[in-house]
């Protein structure tokens, strides 16, 4: 889809969302939903510079570490894909107490949901970097960079280009996954959503203005992404398509 | 020193698994001296120059590069294996032109000729981007500076690599196959650039080359390679005008043949 297509649908949905706020049953809702909302953005934010940081540390790691260092970020990648952010929200939430680490549900939130798609992240950036080719790492020992200074300089700018497309999927998992949030206390978008059902019962107000929020969300993101991607691109294949 | 050999190959094998690559390979090259290397696919031509260039390691035998050893250094009068520092100290005398170029997709002409100067020798950019420039001129891309690898052809592309390479002042350079990939018609235009350098700096060359034209005009010595080993070697005019060895002949013969 282009990114025209892309950009009239978000403003499709900001427009409905504001002529059903001209109508009292849809308004009465929207400040309570845009509280959570704002929760969620937080969450989401935070957890996606932890799984971009963990990521690219954790590729490095992998691909160029010494043993125990590739060892280690093994077992985190290992461990945090295959088991399901639930129950990661449930470990730092619930039990990591139970041997005296206590953290605030929001700084587990962040950390779980980061921790999780940080470890799928790793695969992206592994990929990205093995994928760059041979002769750029060649071209860079014959000019006798470090590995650091090829790293820094050569291989991860071309790697980036492939890696964003994944990444922004990854970032729109991380969104949907805070409304697991709430199982450890915290009033996220879905929470509110659902509190505010128990005690009014307006069904279709609510959750229309509740999936309204979430695909404007969901729009930023892939929007941001493939506006990274186009001007990113645009470096590494400068007349090539002319 | 001066009588030192600029390159010196000992006895250096090199082997893939079951495959002997190169065998026993010695061979000495003089400051200065500019060398080809000839012979059928396969024979280890690419390998000696991967492993000079320090891209692929060695099995047996050590490089000495001035009179230094370049895959080994020196523990209590013994040589081992050579740690990463000691490698890039030896090897930045050292550059290296590819067949497929290997420019930086993401940076300009300039930028390519002028990050490792930047990062590697901590060159100001504004020394760099002048001596950048000369080398530039002199491969005649002083109006590319700012195009992009995919704006140029590959006849630019690969004398923005050269450019690229002398930027680092090595004192040896390494050419493979470097006009292969190229159009016919636009191997004359690399080919004019290798002459001006060999004549205007004090460079040791090695060049891996199937253009036998070039190698006879261009080189001190030739050498053919056969099965991982030096075959017959010598001055171009002995060695194009009246090879002893069979396998030499008929290589040469089948070149001209195809050519
Ligand atoms: N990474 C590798 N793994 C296994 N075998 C290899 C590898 N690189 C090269 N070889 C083998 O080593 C031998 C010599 O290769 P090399 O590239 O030096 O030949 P060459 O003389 O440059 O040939 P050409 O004229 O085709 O370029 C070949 O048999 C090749 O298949
Ligand atoms: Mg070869």
Redesign the interface.
Known sequence: MGIRTLVGMLVAALAVIGLLATQTSYSLFLPGLLQGALLTIEIAVLGSVLAVVMGVLAALARLYGAAPLRWLATVYVEIFRGTSALVQLFWLFFVLPQFGLLMDAFTVAVLALGLNVGAYGSEVVRGAILAV?P??W??S??????RA?MLR??IL??AFVAMIPPWGNLFIELLKSTALVSLITLTDLAFKAQQMNQSTLKTVPIFTLVLLIYLVMSLAITIGMRFLEQRASA??????AA | MTDQPMVRFDNVSKRYGALTVLDGLSLDIARGEKVSIIGPSGSGKTTVLRMLMTLETINDGVIWVEGEPLTHMDKGGKLVPANLGHIRRVRAKIGMVFQSFNLFPHMSAMANCIEAPMTVLGMKRADAEARAAELLDMVGLSQKKAHYPSQLSGGQQQRVAIARALAMRPKIMLFDEVTSALDPELVGEVLQVIRQIGREHDLTMLMVTHQMGFAKEFSDRVCFFYQGKICEQGPPSELFGAPKNERTRQFLRAVLEAG
């Open positions: 080719a002769g750029q060649e071209a020992i014959a000019l006798n960079m470090s200074q300089r050569i700018p071309q470096g590494l294949s400068r007349g090539r």
